[in-house]
């Protein structure tokens, strides 16, 4: 225990699945800025080779941003319906 989740929680895989939830989860960020930075690292890092999305989650208002990790650690925006509450 003792670790404090930051408000912007970033979770990568490979597929969805309903299973995944917590196990998704690679780190948080104070700022909105901050999280995408680290899901820049996160992307580009030697274990993004088995996740091909990544989300970061605003815990305070529920929305989120998707994207897809594509050759060379790039992120791409994907559109999500349900993202924004």
């Not at 989860?25 to 992307?43: G, N, V, Y």
């Not at 274990?47 to 989650?57: D, G």
């Not at 208002?61 to 994207?67: A, K």
Request: aromatic share 10%.
């Amino acid at each position: 225990m003792g670790r404090k989740i930051n408000r912007f929680a970033i979770f990568a895989e490979r597929i969805h699945l309903m299973n995944g939830g917590a196990k998704s989860f690679r780190d948080s960020a104070p700022t909105e800025e901050a999280a995408m930075d680290l899901a820049e690292e996160i992307a580009k890092s030697e274990k993004a080779v088995f996740y091909s999305w990544l989300q970061i989650l605003d815990v305070m208002t529920g929305n989120y941003t998707e994207y897809s990790i594509k050759t060379g650690g790039v992120l791409e925006e994907r559109e999500c319906p349900d993202s924004k509450n």
